[in-house]
């Protein structure tokens, strides 16, 4: 049976409708099992990585438990192995985990497998060995977010390019514009990284890539891919001095390409969404967690204050 999630939203009228045609461009109906496997064994990987948040990990790891005969080296990544990674390593499938960042630790670990170089001392890499032990590595510092390469998006399908928001289906890329968040909800896992990334590193977290390469990219995807719409991609794209938010209004004011983010609402003010609604911003996304101030500020650790 045909499963399309936003297609659900739409009949339980929590989206307004749209055409998926442009969704279905590169649409297979097939096994996913069956699918993954002929791509695994059509390509003939050296590694296999995968990138996961705790929802995401039990089906990251289905789809391991069918090609584990093939004896492919394995990592998980990203922000539940992060913070899990006993858990992840006690699955036999699992060979490696990497706590922290990716950018630097793949990179390096396909250099070493490449040439043949022994790899267990990698930072942020831990290793389970033939007898079940595991080497941890301690993580290695923030990474400079200004140093990473563009996204290559070429590598997927033409119908992964498109998303549906508000009735219309839109060519829409994601743009990185801070990494990590200087707040401390209970329940999110930014408060953890920050704590982890100074306790271990001495580095900062929480981040804010140069508009200068925020302006390369745009420019690339404008040229590259005929880019509809952005997702700037912060936990909390407020997060900005006004003089940041206004060198950032001035740099996005000669795109106007449509964009949408998220914010917290007290770092909203008038001002500031005029600016961006007058250089192409059209849906903001915020959330008030509960409204019962008292038990935001105790238990959630937000303080703001609801409008009268």
Known sequence: MEVDSDKN???????RPFDDSKLKISFKEQNVFQAYMSRVSQFKPELLAYSCTEDMF?????????????????????????????????????????????????????????????????????????DG????????????????????????????????????????????????????????????????????????HFRKKQFSKIRDEIVFFRDSFNVEAFYFWA???????????????????EFKIPFWCQTRPETITQKRVMQLADIGMFRMALGVEHGNEAFRKKYIQRTFKMGR
């Open 9 to 15: 939203k739409e009949q339980y009228l929590n989206a």
């Open 58 to 130: 039990p089906i990251g790891l289905s789809l391991l438990k069918h090609s584990a005969h093939m004896n492919i080296p394995t990592i998980f990544g990203g922000v539940f192995p992060t913070f899990a990674p006993e858990l992840c390593l006690n699955h036999p499938e699992i060979d490696m985990v990497g706590v922290g960042e990716g950018e630097h630790l793949l990179v390096e670990l396909c250099r070493r497998m490449e040439q043949g170089i022994l790899y267990d001392d990698i930072p942020g890499l831990w290793v389970k060995g033939k």
């Open 133 to 204: 032990s595991i080497k941890k590595n301690r993580i290695a510092p923030a990474i400079d977010m200004n140093k990473n390469p563009i996204l290559d998006l070429s590598i997927f399908n033409e119908g992964r390019l498109y998303r549906p928001m508000q009735g219309k289906v839109w060519k829409m890329f994601p743009l990185e514009t801070h990494r990590g968040c200087p707040y401390k909800c209970s329940f999110c896992n930014s408060p953890s990284q920050w704590d982890l990334y100074k306790e271990k590193t001495e580095s900062l």
């Open 235 to 253: 936990d909390t794209f407020f997060a900005y001095s006004e003089k940041e938010f206004d060198e950032f209004i001035e740099m996005y004011s």
